[in-house]
């Protein structure tokens, strides 16, 4: 029982660090010409996005690391 909860925090930390990995090699170019304040509002439209993903996989966390 142990080893699943490894396998599924090990997991779910990669999906989250991918995130960043994604924004690095997706929009390095992309972004390389907006100014700071447009990448802002950009980078706050896709976390909205994406926003009640990330919950369930946080409260996921939260749940095993009670246990």
Same mark, same amino acid.
């Given at each position: 029982? /142990? &080893?699943?909860? /490894?396998?599924? =925090? #090990? #997991? =779910?930390? &990669?999906? /989250? !660090?991918?995130?960043? /990995? @994604?924004? &690095? #090699? !997706? $929009?390095?170019? !992309? @972004?390389?010409? &907006?100014? =700071?304040? %447009? $990448?802002?509002?950009?980078?706050? %439209?896709?976390?909205?996005?994406? !926003?009640?993903r990330l919950k369930m996989i946080y409260g996921f966390l939260r749940h095993i690391k009670k246990k």
């Open positions: 029982m /142990i &080893l699943y909860h /490894i396998r599924v =925090l #090990l #997991l =779910l930390y &990669l999906i /989250i !660090a991918a995130q960043d /990995i @994604f924004y &690095l #090699l !997706a $929009f390095r170019k !992309a @972004f390389s010409g &907006l100014s =700071l304040k %447009a $990448f802002a509002e950009q980078r706050k %439209a896709f976390d909205g996005v994406i !926003a009640h």
